[in-house]
């Protein structure tokens, strides 16, 4: 009876610290992955940035056709 009380207790922590460290990475992937993003968007609306990516854009299409999706893909 001893000995199943120990497996159970160690598989049980077994679960859980593999569940802790699961939500653990999930948080630290999803936080640096909107981190990038947020640094990417201000980047886009900072004066600089949204003129150079402008110009980029000018000069790839020769017009201004289409230019919206530049603002929605930020």
Same mark, same amino acid.
């Given at each position: 009876?001893?000995?199943?009380?120990?497996?159970?207790?160690? #598989?049980?922590? /077994?679960?859980?610290?593999?569940?802790? @460290?699961?939500? #653990?990475?999930?948080?630290?992937? @999803? /936080? @640096?992955?909107?981190?990038?993003?947020?640094?990417?968007?201000?980047?886009?609306? /900072?004066?600089?940035?949204?003129?150079?990516?402008?110009?980029?854009?000018?000069?790839?299409?020769?017009?201004?056709?289409?230019? /919206?999706?530049?603002? #929605?893909? @930020?």
């Amino acid at each position: 009876m001893n000995r199943l009380w120990v497996r159970l207790t160690l #598989a049980f922590v /077994a679960v859980t610290l593999i569940g802790v @460290s699961a939500v #653990a990475l999930l948080t630290d992937w @999803s /936080a @640096s992955t909107q981190f990038r993003q947020f640094l990417i968007h201000e980047q886009m609306m /900072a004066p600089d940035g949204l003129t150079d990516v402008l110009v980029g854009y000018y000069q790839q299409n020769g017009n201004w056709n289409g230019v /919206a999706k530049v603002f #929605a893909d @930020s």
